[in-house]
């Protein structure tokens, strides 16, 4: 799955030394120590080599001697800070360099290392630097996605591990110029997040065009996306602008995917290819600029085996696939979702938002979310238009364990239902930790110990 394979480059790139030294026994010695200690080491001889590695997003440690050929030490912490000023420097010095390393690191060095250096304290500082180097990436991850969450438009909403690594993956991608294939089940949200990857890239000002296969009868899809000249066919009484000239800067959202016709998929790789199309009628090439974000429900490689999806265009599209994990994989994110549903209901509809009692919480838990998100919103709806006379569809069911449950130890299934009890009450007081602790009945200091213990946060509650 591509965003597994974009989380095991980031545990690489932050457990990266760049050693240059143009000294070959400091190199060989200093890159052994660091290579037994778990390290990937880069050594290098020359400072051109190493800026080549260095980038805004690069996540490891410099370590570099001060004096060498070409540019020496000190010049490539300039560069090198010049291109990410957070980045941990460390330096080589000779005995003659101190004066020069200790103005260095007023000048921003993370630290320096005398020769001869033991191999403890070379390990013991490059550890501090990588644990200092990786606090840095990680707070701005979290304020990207603080960014990205209080931006308005559409919003990845959910603090499960799987949403988590959603939100990290597409952020990851979205302002870049590739094409992405997303996968997921009815109604778990492929459109939102389609917009959500537009909004967030640098075409957010221009179309974001929405085709839904599926819905175009099959007869008229191909004007439709290409267009068609005066005169192309019977009912043709005038030029039509397709969907993907009309996105040109902008992206196309090809929703059910698997549902186009073979012969328009030869159409479609071709555009993918060449970003050019002909308008019905024309034979001449318009040059376009959009990015393509392709939806399926089902699985393309397995209709490409079956024949019924090309094969060539499973493999264009899926350049970047993004996988949207269905409801019932992210039962913990149901309370926040249902929140957010909620109030965008009572904003439309003028209603006032009635706290969910913790049994209904129990029956929205306990529930396998067949419809998935799209279910839970127009059931929020519903609470929020008929209040305590809402019947939930599933209210009258037995309540038993699900697979998952049944596999828990005790111990777990406490645990996990202690979670749902302070999300409710969290979610029912918007978030208010004194009126969460007047219905718990709990001492500030064990709700405080407890949702740390669970990772909530009680500005996620808030209206």
Known sequence: MQSLS???DNIKQNNTVLLVDDEKHIRLSAGQTLELAGYSVIALSRAEQALEHITEQWCGVLVTD??????????????????DADLPVILITGHGDISMAVSAMRNGAYDFIEKPF?????????????????????????????????????RIIGNSPSVTQLRRLVNTVADTPADILILA?????????ARYIHEHSSRRDKNFVAINCGA???SLIESELFGHEKGAFTDAKAKRIGKFEHADGGTVFLDEIESMPLNLQV?????????TIERLGSNELIQLNIRVIAASKVDLKTQAGQGTFREDLYY????????????RERLDDIPMLFQHFSILASTQYGREVLPLSRERMHSLMTHDWPGNVRELRNLAERYVLLGESCTFDFDNRPITDSAETGQMTLPKQVERFEKILLQTELARHGGSIK???????????????KMCKYGLDKNDFKA
């Open 185 to 193: 089940e009815t109604g778990s949200g492929k459109d939102l997040l």
């Open 66 to 83: 001060i004096n060498m050929p070409g540019i020496d030490g000190l010049e490539l912490m300039q560069t090198a800070r010049a291109i």
């Open 118 to 154: 033991s191999t403890e304290l070379l390990v013991d500082i490059v550890r501090r630097a990588m644990e200092k180097r990786a606090l840095t990436i990680e707070n701005r991850r979290l304020r990207q996605e603080l960014e990205a969450q209080s931006a308005p438009g559409p």
């Open 6 to 8: 974009l989380d095991q």
């Open 435 to 449: 009126d969460t602790l007047s219905s718990l009945g709990l001492p500030r200091k064990t709700l405080y110990d």
């Open 267 to 275: 159409k479609l790789l071709r555009v993918l290819e060449e970003r």
């Open 316 to 327: 264009r599209l899926n350049v970047v696939r993004v996988d949207i994990p269905p409801l």
């Open 216 to 218: 175009v009868p099959e």
